[in-house]
């Protein structure tokens, strides 16, 4: 790479890692310019695009030429699996680990990366293996292929594989393998632009976010208090730690203000805190013989005292989903931080993959009820998310639900939100799965209704079995 462009880059401001500043070409050529190399696929994506002007009543102004720039700039240095992203949208509640999962209908507005780059990201897990992830930089999606997918479903009768579900109106959940809100969309604007087409086709959406950049005025212009949710992924408020291990986001700061704009702005918004971190090593709060060598160790990373910040900033629920770490994120969060997470899963007795760490599911239960008491003590909603840890979770957890409807809360929130990925029959789940045998875990509830008596069986508060055994340890009262 050459001297100059590493002086084209600004430096490192706000917890913000820079992205790549790229060439832009003027719009007008001069009488001196020299003729601009091929570009075959900005070529390409300009006249589907024209063709599309023409078909749909979406009039789309957006400025193709992003696409042309980044052409240009890795013609000598290709990106790996080319400068756009296909298949944006995606359905995978067939997948044994989210089969429960309201919001399983996925877009992403950019791919292959992120630059926020935790370090215990999944899809960093994935992506790097197969040489994708941030190499070298993320991409944005095919918009076209967007603007057909809307177009065909709600313009025309044509066939559309994914007809069936959008005209049911199942909520979109923007953002999982990428964020689509990092700092580069304001140089790109693919998710602007997507945020109008949902406006245009009164789309419902869930976003999820680690960025403060949906609480900019030009993004918060384009959200609808109908369409959209927004949840604010916020695992720490340590902005510290935030740095090793989430070193391209930004500070948990900058997304709790946030958080309370559109709070207060008449959004419905939430924290998730997900993935949460273990505070003492497995058992310390539950296990009666829970015995450890010297001083026990001690996580300042998620916190039991979070649930007053989160009520600080005006937002009214909060979503946990205690994590599981594969063995690649445990190397990258060890090297980041300096301290050996492992110390604090008992992997010998909580075996329930190869590569994963899980916590031990009655040391969950006290995070979980702890959380739920201090959302009650400032009058917040609050829920789980199950994701990563079995299905049986979500079954045994749901008595903590403020929303026995909805493990996200947004029913009853959002006017939009009617329907939900879980009502989509395992059948038509497997046409959107390369997975094609797969099969459903528990065929009696898949698709049973979540607010029934039966279906909320509360278990015994763990919270209370500590205050009243002295040998299992406690935090101190509030």
């Known amino acids: 790479m050459s001297d100059h462009f590493h002086e084209l880059q600004p430096k490192p401001k706000n917890n913000i890692i820079p992205f790549p500043i790229l060439a832009s070409e003027p719009k007008t050529k001069r009488a001196n310019d020299k003729p601009l190399p091929p570009t075959p696929i900005y070529d390409e994506l300009i006249g589907e695009a024209a063709k599309l ?7 789309c102004d ?7 720039d980044l052409e240009l700039r890795y013609k000598q240095s290709p990106i790996r699996g080319g400068i756009v992203k296909s298949n944006p949208i995606k359905l995978v509640n067939s997948h044994a680990t989210c089969q429960q999962c309201l919001y399983a209908f ?3 507005t950019y791919g292959r990366g992120c630059t926020h780059n935790c370090t215990y990201c999944y899809a960093k897990a994935e992506l790097t293996v197969h040489g994708y992830w941030n190499n070298p930089i993320p991409v944005p999606v095919d918009l076209n292929e967007i603007r057909k997918i809307f177009y065909t479903v709600f313009e025309t009768k044509k066939a559309s594989k994914w007809r069936e579900i959008m005209e049911r109106k199942i909520p979109l959940r923007v953002g999982c393998m990428s964020d689509s809100f990092m700092w580069m969309d304001t140089k790109y604007k693919v998710t602007q632009e997507f945020l109008k087409l949902l406006n245009f086709y009164q789309y419902p959406y869930t976003i999820i976010t680690h960025s403060d950049l949906i609480g900019r005025d030009d993004y918060i212009a384009l959200l609808r208090k109908d369409l959209c949710s927004v949840q604010f992924s916020i695992p720490s408020t ?3 730690l935030n740095k090793l291990l989430e070193p391209g986001a930004p500070s948990a700061k900058r997304r709790l203000v946030a958080a309370k704009k559109l709070s207060q702005a008449g959004f419905w918004t939430a924290v998730r805190i997900n993935p ?3 505070i003492y090593p497995d058992g310390y709060f539950t296990n009666p013989n829970f015995k450890w060598d ?13 649930v007053d910040e989160v009520a600080d900033s005006s937002c009214k629920s909060i979503i946990a989903g205690f994590g599981r770490f594969s063995a690649f994120a445990m190397n990258n969060m060890t090297r980041a931080t300096g301290m050996d997470l492992r110390q604090f899963f ?3 007795e909580v075996y329930k993959s190869r590569r994963d760490y899980h916590f031990s599911e009655t040391e969950i239960r006290y995070y979980y009820e702890e959380l739920k008491r201090r959302c009650n003590k400032r009058d917040l909603d609050f829920t789980v998310c199950y994701i990563g840890n079995g299905e049986d979770q979500f079954w045994k ?3 903590l639900w403020s929303n026995k409807t909805d493990c996200c809360n947004i029913k009853g929130k959002v006017r939009s939100f009617e329907t939900d990925s879980r009502e989509i029959s395992f059948e038509q789940r497997l046409k959107f799965s390369t997975k094609k045998t797969a099969t459903p875990i528990d065929p009696d509830r898949l698709h049973v209704p979540l607010d029934t008596r039966e279906n909320i069986k509360p278990l015994n508060s763990l919270s209370q079995l500590s205050k009243g055994d002295s040998s299992i340890h406690s935090e101190p009262p509030l």
Request: charged residues 30%; proline residues 5%.
């Open 62 to 68: 957006f400025d193709y030429t992003v696409y042309r």
């Open 294 to 306: 010297g001083a026990v160790p001690k996580l300042e990373y998620s916190s039991f005292e979070m």
């Open 276 to 278: 949460m971190f273990p």
């Open 346 to 348: 008992n992997k010998a």
């Open 397 to 399: 957890h749901q008595d």
């Open 106 to 108: 996925e877009i992403d």
């Open 53 to 59: 002007n023409k078909l749909s009543k979406y009039r």
């Open 238 to 240: 340590n902005d510290g």
